[in-house]
């Protein structure tokens, strides 16, 4: 399951990539454009505009009405019928979107600083943005917004 996002919903966006999901942000107009980008790509079109509803569109779409974005995930997931996969969640890069790769310790070399190369052995990179990834402090705090979010 694949989502492109509007402009306005760039939190959700990012909490669907924790998730595992393939999920664009979409940075120009709410037009034609954006739903002919989602057909394109074979995405759920996801939107806070109501007025989308009443367009000619043969894809999924789902108008988000929350403000808050822990509604906002509970709202798709309850649309949707989503069944997180633990295994899936911080699969996707946050910031590009693109499925991250295991590296290996040795490959990293002085790109993190020490400490964490002493203290994690797990470690991910974003094949576009180059960005390093690990199981840290983060993360968990992460995990545990993302379980009052699934409550």
């Known amino acids: ?20 999901y393939d999920t664009a942000y979409y940075r120009g107009n709410i037009d034609r454009n954006f739903l002919k980008k989602a057909e394109k790509e074979g995405r759920i079109v996801l939107t806070r505009k109501r007025d ?20 906002q995930m509970r709202d798709v997931i309850r649309k949707l019928s989503l069944t997180p996969d633990p295994d899936r969640t911080f699969t996707i890069c946050l910031r590009c979107n693109e499925a991250l790769k295991r590296i290996s310790r040795d490959e990293i070399g002085e790109i993190v600083p020490g400490y964490v190369l002493r203290n994690h052995k797990d470690f991910k990179i974003c094949p576009r943005c180059k960005g390093i990834f690990w199981p840290g402090t983060h993360r968990d705090n992460m995990l545990g917004e993302l379980n009052e979010m699934l409550r």
């Open 1 to 20: 399951m694949k989502f492109l996002t509007d402009p306005t919903l760039g939190k959700l966006a990012k909490w669907l990539r924790i998730l595992g």
């Open 52 to 71: 989308m509803e009443n367009r000619s569109f043969s894809g999924q779409m789902v108008i988000i009405q929350d403000d808050r974005v822990q509604d």
